[in-house]
């Protein structure tokens, strides 16, 4: 564990993220639909290099390789049943990429599955599953939590309440994910900025931010300063980060392709960190370049 614990990390000043890890993947030669989080078991080694580019690259802190390592979203590939051994062995590949100085988040993303009534899953059962994941984690010795790429509140107050349960004081950095629709930002949900905000600084998390969504770069820097607004406008003294994509994907033979290089990309992320925002990383369709290229334009700042 690093010396300075994590809370006391994000209070100093700028903290970047890594970028994506899918992404990664498939440039390794990973198929599409495979289950990247098993990846932990059968290629520990790929995950491992992938965290080490990004700490290479000037990265703060990693998020561990589960981000669909919760029973729900396992089942899908057969492996509801590895929780803990995928969630055991994801935090061990991190924790060894981040040595003594720098940092790994546990990564909790959503189950693929709606709430009743929407949906069949049930409130419990989702919030038994998120915490029978961030408990492996933190035994893992992950240095805090986040909760991504959510567009549902319900879902998303389920994840927070549960890993507050299991992870004893560990901070905890929940984000959702926006799309610019007309009359502003909402989730695939329909949650807005402000709604959003409001109940996940309610729920006591160290830091809101959002993460993937679909959106230009010019329009994440946008949704950075409608973060800054809400959070302002609660009165409340949390942190905010921001993990954009490398602008919008463009549909290449069916597939998605991010062409935002990492000049422009560290451009905004750099006019994101002047509106405030100090915690700084990637979605889709980033790769170590582009958090080295923040980490040029921004590394003298605090
Ligand atoms: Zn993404």
Redesign the pocket.
Known sequence: MPRMSLRERISEGLFLLDG?MGTQLIASGVEAGECNDYLNIDSPDTIFEIHQAYFRAGSDAVLTNTFGANKFALGRHGFSDKVKEINTAAAKIARRAAGKERYVLGDIGPSGDFLQPLGNLEPEKLEDAFAEQAKVLSAGGVDGFIIE?MTALDEMTIAIEAVKSVCGDLPIFASM?FDKVAGGFKTMMGVDIKSAVAKMVALGVDAVGF??GTATLDEYTELAGKYVLAVKQLGKDVLIFAEP?AGKAELVDGRAVYKVSPEDFAAAAEKIHSLGINIIGG??GTVPEHIKAICGKTKNKK
Request: charged share 0%; hydrophobic share 25%; glycine share 0%.
């Open positions: 994506a790429t994910a993460n993937c994509n979605c889709c």
